[in-house]
């Protein structure tokens, strides 16, 4: 694949500033919990999909919104995004008594567009391609005068997804494994911001599907790697459809990451129906790719450390068709 040249806000991410970003954002969203998953022997759940809007999605938008200026507050605020985050953000804009745009690509799950615009974002559609939607958001921006608030390449966004870390450490300080599921890379940047400083030794791996393992390539060849939409569109798992890691979020990553984990298709349609069956807890298919890859390991002992290993399930937004197809996967969870 081509390395693509990609501009995007940067700035420092710390410790300091998830812890800021949490502070700010505590009482606006939901702290959710870490669940011991049944009949599995030190293996735990992070379960954000009984986030406020379903995912970890908002945690970023909120810590966003709240560095903003009065200002830029009253004249709203524009994202692009395939569903969560624009539903983060549009709940966060009416937290905070504002407006929000969402530029959403075609194809994106119908039940991520709905809860968008039940939120009161207004939406626009674009194509499927970064390109497209980022310069739809763009357009958006300058033509209402909205402050864009990208998905993951933003230092607000990647604090506020790094308050998932510092949950899980308060949870489970013992922690000693964490699998974090990879769009663009906000969510596992965050966690590995948090937990690295916390928890010296910790190893934490981002996720991704083989049909969409963009990051993967980009961590093995140590720069930023772009795939097309043509290829990222083929995963089931439509919240990790992103092209490309952030030039933000990638060094981060780079870094802290102790690896990265794939999981197949059949893999994350069975651990959606795992959960649901056996956990009781409703997965979109990328909520679902942690538990995917955990189960796929054909030796966990020579990849994982030794102690609790704990996996993000990221959201549950699922579209009640993939959920109605997972009738045969449920017997054989």
């Not at 379960?47 to 945690?59: C, P, Y």
């Not at 969560?84 to 745009?101: D, P, R």
């Not at 959403?104 to 119908?110: V, W």
């Not at 596992?188 to 963009?214: H, M, Q, S």
Request: proline letters at 7%.
């Amino acid at each position: 694949m081509e390395q693509s040249p990609h501009a995007s806000p940067a700035g420092p991410v710390t410790l300091q500033a998830v812890r800021e970003a949490a502070a700010a954002t505590a009482r606006l969203r939901r702290r959710t919990p870490l669940l011991k998953l049944p009949g599995v022997a030190g293996v735990w759940v992070k379960a954000e999909n009984l986030q406020l809007t379903g995912s970890f999605k908002v945690r970023g938008a909120l810590a966003a919104l709240a560095g903003l200026s009065s200002g830029q507050l009253a004249q709203g605020v524009v994202t692009h995004s395939s569903g969560n985050h624009g539903q983060g953000l549009a709940c966060a804009a009416q937290l905070f008594g504002t407006h929000a745009a969402v530029v959403i690509p075609e194809g994106a799950p119908e039940v991520k567009v709905r809860r968008t615009e039940a939120w009161g974002a207004r939406v626009v559609r674009c194509g499927a391609s970064a390109a497209e939607r980022e310069e739809a958001a763009r357009h958006e921006a300058e033509t209402h005068g909205l402050t864009l608030i990208p998905p993951f390449d933003h230092p607000g966004v990647v604090a506020g997804q790094g308050s998932v870390g510092l949950e899980i450490f308060e949870d489970l300080p013992e922690v000693a494994n964490v699998l974090v599921p990879v769009g663009g890379g906000g969510l596992l940047a965050g966690i590995i911001t948090a937990l690295t400083a916390l928890k010296p030794g910790v190893r934490i791996f981002g996720v991704e599907p083989e049909l969409a393992a963009d990051a993967t390539e980009s961590f093995n060849s140590g720069r930023p790697v772009s795939w097309p939409a043509s290829l990222t569109n083929r995963t089931v798992a439509d919240g990790v459809r992103t092209q490309r890691v952030g030039d933000l979020t990638f060094p981060l990553i780079l870094e802290g990451a102790a690896g990265f984990l794939q999981a197949s298709e059949e893999g994350i349609r069975a651990a959606a129906a795992w959960y649901l069956q056996e956990a009781k807890l409703v997965s979109e298919p990328t909520g679902a790719l942690t538990l995917a890859a955990w189960r796929e390991l054909a030796s966990p002992e020579e990849v994982l450390a030794p102690g609790p290993t704990v996996l993000v399930l990221s959201g549950g937004n699922a579209d009640p068709a993939f959920l109605g197809s997972l009738a045969g996967d449920l017997q054989r969870a």
